[in-house]
């Protein structure tokens, strides 16, 4: 896509989809895609900045998934490519980041889904405090959705288990 051209909300919707349609794609990272476009289509939000900075993270979440259909697809994983598609990948939710944030939303609407978007940055780069920050920022601008609340507390849990002992390691009196 040329620099100026926006996207739709079909055609955003159309992006959506087609990440959600990769196995290797979390629960978790689609539901927070789901409410994010969900949001900006019904509020007319896609052509919006916080819109496009969304449409820019889902299109550079589609090659790095595309890229890792076509390494699976090889007899053997090359080690050293899959490393600097993970780098390329962090590179890109990091720039993804700064988008969000320079993002100057308009509306509750906006600033909802760029907490969200912001959530799914941080969650795919292991910040799970930083995700909960910006989920619950997300539900303070009123993003009220069921799965908003659904994710957050499976965010907290994994936070929980990160950092804490693992309760395989606890004792019966739970110490």
């Known amino acids: 896509m040329a620099m100026g051209e926006y996207e739709d909300d ?3 919707l159309e992006l959506l989809e087609e990440l959600e349609s990769f196995e290797a794609v979390s629960w978790e990272s689609a539901a927070m895609q ?4 969900e949001k900006l289509v019904t509020e007319e939000e896609a052509n919006s ?3 496009q900075a969304v449409a820019r993270l889902l299109r550079s979440e589609l090659r790095y998934y595309r890229k890792m259909e076509e390494l699976a697809q090889r007899p053997s994983l090359p080690g050293e490519e899959l490393g600097r598609l993970n780098a ?3 590179s890109a939710l990091l720039e993804s980041v700064e988008a969000l944030t320079s993002a100057l939303p308009h509306s509750l609407t906006a600033r909802a889904v760029r ?3 912001l959530a799914y940055c941080y969650y795919l ?3 799970l405090s930083r995700t909960i920050a910006h989920l619950e920022r ?3 601008a009123g993003l009220s959705q069921p799965l908003v609340h659904l994710v957050l507390g499976y965010v907290r849990y994994q936070h929980t288990l990160q950092t804490h002992a693992p309760l395989d390691q606890l004792d019966e009196q739970g110490r």
Not at 34 to 37: F, G, P, R, Y
């Open 10 to 12: 079909e055609r955003l």
């Open 34 to 37: 789901e409410v994010a476009v």
């Open 49 to 51: 900045e916080v819109g």
């Open 88 to 90: 390329a990948r962090k």
């Open 115 to 117: 907490e969200v978007g």
């Open 125 to 127: 780069l292991g910040h």
């Open 138 to 140: 997300a539900l303070e």
